[in-house]
T-cell receptor, first 112, second 113 residues
Framework: EAGVAQSPRYKIIEKRQSVAFWCNPI?????LYWYQQILGQGPKLLIQ????????DSQLPKDRFSAERLKGVDSTLKIQPAKLEDSAVYLC??????????FGPGTRLLVL | QKEVEQNSGPLSVPEGAIASLNCTYS??????FFWYRQYSGKSPELIMF????GDKEDGRFTAQLNKASQYVSLLIRDSQPSDSATYLC?????????????FGPGTRLSVLP
């Protein structure tokens, strides 16, 4: 069974630029999560989708971050404009239901 | 703000010893509790979860939960150098499909050969 796929794996941008990350969950997994993990910290949930609907986006900085999950499969997370403090690893995870989450390899973002 | 706290470490133990990792959480209504392992530069992977008070064993790992004390721990028996990683405690306060899933900052474990 293929795992959660994410791209790109690394991204370097300058502040005020925009960036987008892509996630393809494990086939059949209805729930998809985006997390932000700053160096030395645990992952922080940004947004959770159930199929193509948003379940929880209470910690998503909506003035600059947006996410969508069209057709209930792939998802994209966008930052526009990026700030220095957005430098982090962005993790996508999926779940078939229940609470077990499977994480992708992450996208490392560096904002200069 | 619901919080999960862990000692950042590093916790160093000799090979073959028992490593004890601790976690406390602030939301008394929390329903389920998870331990993830994260190797440097890698993504978290689930070790085990626990829902009920008491102990749960899986191979060399034992999770312990005390809801009255709002405390969950992970014991690793016969620690191996390959166990060297950061261990993340995660709590699902609502017990409902990951809503407000809260991770602690992690404890870095180093198992010395």
């Amino acid at each position: 069974e293929a795992g959660v796929a994410q791209s790109p794996r690394y991204k370097i941008i300058e502040k005020r630029q925009s960036v987008a990350f892509w996630c393809n969950p494990i086939s059949g997994h209805a729930t998809l999560y985006w997390y932000q993990q700053i160096l030395g910290q645990g992952p922080k949930l940004l947004i959770q989708f159930q199929n193509n609907g948003v379940v929880d986006d209470s910690q998503l900085p909506k003035d600059r971050f947006s996410a969508e999950r069209l057709k209930g499969v792939d998802s994209t997370l966008k930052i526009q404009p990026a700030k220095l403090e957005d430098s982090a690893v962005y993790l996508c995870a999926s779940s078939p239901g229940g609470e077990t989450q499977y994480f992708g390899p992450g996208t490392r973002l560096l904002v200069l | 703000q619901k919080e999960v706290e862990q000692n950042s470490g590093p916790l160093s133990v000799p090979e073959g010893a028992i490593a004890s990792l601790n976690c406390t959480y602030s939301d008394r209504g929390s329903q389920s509790f998870f331990w993830y392992r994260q190797y440097s530069g890698k993504s978290p992977e689930l070790i085990m979860f626990i829902y009920s008070n008491g102990d749960k064993e899986d191979g060399r790992f034992t999770a312990q939960l005390n809801k009255a004390s709002q405390y969950v721990s992970l014991l690793i028996r016969d620690s191996q150098p390959s166990d060297s990683a950061t261990y993340l405690c995660a709590v699902n306060p609502r017990g409902n499909y990951g809503q407000n899933f809260v991770f602690g900052p992690g404890t870095r474990l180093s198992v010395l050969p």
